[in-house]
Nanobody, 120 residues
Framework: VQLQESGPGLVKPSQTLSLICTVS??????????WNWIRQSPGKGLEWMGA???????YYSPSLKSRTSISRDTSNNQFTLQLSSMTPEDTAVYYC?????????????WGPGTQVAVSS
């Protein structure tokens, strides 16, 4: 399976970020997988943002839940992240990744990541 992130590299404060992850070699609706968004800010560790699982259910990090929405387009085998009210603290490399296993805790495939900067 391969994952590829796409979206704007620069977002203004207060805007909503929209990123797309295009999946090839697997279907978003097959198997017991979760499709995740994860980010890494400069000098910080990886932060799990949320996921959409094979059934279409979504799960979000409590700290980001109020600003995050994850959806999918099964016809194009893509899933999307929307993060509202962007601030400079949201500057990060954003990754999409597939998770497997019990409670989907094992990330076995990652996209290369896309850099997003928040600046006016």
């Amino acid at each position: 399976v391969q994952l590829q992130e796409s979206g704007p590299g620069l977002v203004k404060p207060s805007q909503t970020l929209s990123l797309i992850c295009t999946v090839s070699g697997d279907s978003l609706t097959s198997g017991n997988y979760a499709w995740n968004w994860i980010r890494q800010s400069p000098g910080k560790g990886l932060e799990w943002m949320g996921a959409i699982v094979y059934s279409g259910n979504t799960y979000y990090s409590p700290s980001l839940k109020s600003r995050t929405s994850i959806s999918r387009d099964t016809s194009n085998n893509q899933f999307t992240l929307q993060l509202s009210s962007m601030t400079p603290e949201d500057t990060a490399v954003y990754y999409c990744a597939r998770a497997v296993g019990y409670l989907w805790t094992a990330f076995d495939s990652w996209g290369p990541g896309t850099q997003v900067a928040v600046s006016s």
